[in-house]
């Protein structure tokens, strides 16, 4: 089923690549693919074009028994954007950081050579042409501890997790326990690195139902029971978060 365009894309001249539909999620299973999608400036791209943009969807209507003409407006969320409007949302999100139309520009092109974003088409304004850009999935799960991913960016990984789980589900942690949390987090991650390949590589197709990343986190669960240490970190994690059950 193809895309609904907002009134922005009516008239685009559509990619090949655009009339495949974007997956749920891909697994990346290659640590230097891994890589390109985590280098900073290139993951906050493909961040902003995750979040997508809104747009409007005019439908004009002509009623026979009043002549009148109806026009209606809806909104809808689309994921094709220009390099102008992906760094305009850079500067509009609080917790990201800005980057130029140039590093857009410059990085882009790794972008979609490894597979991660397409160019969806070009609309023509007169003498003006725009390309908009798309990803190709809407998850992507690093199935692996890419090259280049630190120690820091992985803390720091863990930290947005712990604040953001906190703060989703209204949990009372006190602050002197979220540092000890982040760092339980923080390890059970990298045991889960040291089996995600391998349950990332299970998957041999191209991943269409949603519920397939609900299936591939409860398989890293089961797979993770079998570690004395998984199960020792998750125990501490769940005292922390849950003191008083």
């Known amino acids: ?138 998850g992507f799960v690093i199935a692996t501890k890419p090259l280049g991913m630190s120690e820091k960016e992985m803390r720091n990984e863990a930290t947005e997790k712990v604040e953001r789980i906190i703060t989703v589900f209204h949990l009372n942690v006190p602050n002197e326990k979220k540092e000890e949390l982040m760092n339980l987090v923080m390890k059970c991650a990298m045991l889960d690195m040291s089996w995600e390949v391998k349950i990332g590589k299970l998957v041999t197709e191209d991943i269409a139902d949603p519920e397939i990343l609900l299936m591939y986190d409860w398989l890293l669960n089961i797979y993770g029971m079998g570690s004395a240490e998984y199960v020792e970190l998750t125990q501490k994690i769940r005292n922390i978060l849950f003191p008083n059950d």
């Open 1 to 138: 089923m193809p895309e609904e365009l907002g009134d922005t894309l009516v008239g685009i001249e559509l990619t090949q690549e655009a009339k495949k539909p974007m997956k749920e999620v891909e697994f990346v299973t290659d640590e230097q693919k891994a890589g390109i999608l985590l280098e900073p400036v290139r993951r906050l791209i493909a961040g902003v074009l995750k979040k997508g943009i809104d747009d409007e969807v005019t439908t004009e209507e002509f009623n026979k028994g009043t002549n009148e003409r109806i026009i209606r407006k809806r909104t809808l969320k689309r994921y094709a954007m220009s390099v102008v409007e992906i760094v305009k949302a850079s500067e509009g999100d609080k917790k990201g950081e800005i980057f130029t139309k140039n590093q857009v520009y410059h990085h882009l092109p790794t972008l979609i050579e490894a597979g991660f974003v397409i160019k969806y088409g070009t609309v023509t304004t007169g003498k003006r042409t725009t390309d908009y850009y798309r990803r190709t999935a809407k």
